[in-house]
T-cell receptor
Framework: LAKTTQPISMDSYEGQEVNITCSHNNIATNDYITWYQQFPSQGPRFIIQGYKTKVTNEVASLFIPADRKSSTLSLPRVSLSDTAVYYCLVGDRDKIIFGKGTRLHILP | DAGVTQSPTHLIKTRGQQVTLRCSPKSGHDTVSWYQQALGQGPQFIFQYYEEEERQRGNFPDRFSGHQFPNYSSELNVNALLLGDSALYLC?????????????FGSGTRLTVV
């Protein structure tokens, strides 16, 4: 399974757009890119998934360049409640491999 | 529509004891995976059950075993508990093994081994 690299932590302010970039140099042809959000003492929650180009849903956008060696999760106009750990995962039908994730801290 | 349900929510066991954790998957899901999450770390994959059989396994010793029932619910058993087994145990369900896609996680069982 492809290994992912993300920043350990990020700070931002309420109302700002936050972009979290994930590196996955060894991504395989069949791999999808999936992002999860986790609050303390809760299970991870699916945010968004993509294969290439751009995917947008009601909570986030996912940008994937043509070489698919990285991806960027974009959270528009964050609020205090977006403070959480965000995990980038790469894989297909296989088991999920979580890295350490990015701790996002939103400041008032 | 109920999501993934895990029981119990908290558990305290003594070193050397055995523990059983339970999981009911989201309605419509047929695959259950179990994860161990130590404090401050990402979840670590233990194993996955599909059609009542263990389909994949992570790097965990045989002390960790599981079972899936015909109704797709699952149990995680841990024997000879060690202090290092203290963690949040997460159950995730999905459809037909698409774990990399849209798995639904439960809130977990917090196991403390003393």
């Amino acid at each position: 399974l492809a290994k992912t690299t993300q920043p350990i932590s990020m700070d931002s302010y309420e109302g700002q757009e936050v972009n979290i970039t994930c590196s996955h140099n060894n991504i395989a042809t069949n791999d999808y890119i999936t992002w999860y959000q986790q609050f303390p003492s809760q299970g991870p929650r699916f945010i968004i998934q993509g294969y290439k180009t751009k995917v947008t849903n009601e909570v986030a956008s996912l940008f994937i360049p043509a070489d698919r060696k990285s991806s960027t999760l974009s959270l528009p106009r964050v609020s205090l409640s977006d403070t959480a750990v965000y995990y980038c995962l790469v894989g297909d039908r296989d088991k999920i491999i979580f890295g350490k994730g990015t701790r996002l801290h939103i400041l008032p | 529509d109920a999501g993934v349900t895990q029981s119990p929510t908290h558990l305290i066991k003594t070193r050397g004891q055995q523990v059983t954790l339970r999981c009911s998957p989201k309605s419509g899901h047929d695959t259950v995976s179990w994860y161990q999450q130590a404090l401050g770390q990402g979840p670590q994959f233990i194993f996955q059950y599909y059609e009542e059989e263990e389909r994949q396994r992570g790097n965990f010793p045989d002390r960790f075993s599981g079972h899936q029932f015909p109704n797709y619910s699952s149990e995680l058993n841990v024997n000879a508990l060690l202090l290092g087994d203290s963690a949040l145990y997460l159950c995730a369900s999905s459809l037909d093994g698409w774990t990399g896609a849209r798995s639904t996680f439960g809130s977990g069982t917090r196991l403390t081994v003393v």
